[in-house]
Nanobody, 117 residues
Framework: QVQLVESGGGLVQAGGSLRLSCAAS??????????MGWFRQAPGKRRERVAT???????VYADSVKGRFTISRDNAKNTVTLQMSGLKPEDMAVYYC?????????WGQGTQVTVSS
């Protein structure tokens, strides 16, 4: 069974930084075949993609976070991280780790990011 476990959420003041981490586990999980990503969902809003990093290292960011967030992956450790800086109140949401491949799509349980103004 594949599990994605996020960590690193919390409360931060506007302009501050947080680092989210996601660790994947499971005998059936092959990170080398997966695109890893971070999504977020604010209250009353749809879940949206924040950033993804493909198996070949190509990154894609939402326009709203470009220049402020950086996604990276460590295939040897089965982890993906999201470094967030210049946080804004509108970044406040539950952040979810995601891994998807040709036939798989996995989600973490989510971690709350709260940004105070």
């Amino acid at each position: 069974q594949v599990q994605l476990v996020e960590s690193g959420g919390g409360l931060v003041q506007a302009g501050g930084s947080l680092r989210l981490s996601c660790a994947a586990s499971g005998s059936a999980f092959n990170i080398n075949a997966m695109t890893m990503g971070w999504f977020r969902q604010a209250p009353g809003k749809r879940r949206e993609r924040v950033a993804t990093v493909s198996s070949n290292g190509r990154t894609v960011y939402a326009d709203s976070v470009k220049g402020r967030f950086t996604i990276s992956r460590d295939n040897a450790k089965n982890t993906v991280t999201l470094q967030m800086s210049g946080l804004k109140p509108e970044d406040m949401a539950v952040y979810y780790c995601n891994a998807f491949g040709l036939e798989e799509n996995y989600w973490g349980q989510g971690t709350q990011v709260t940004v105070s103004s």
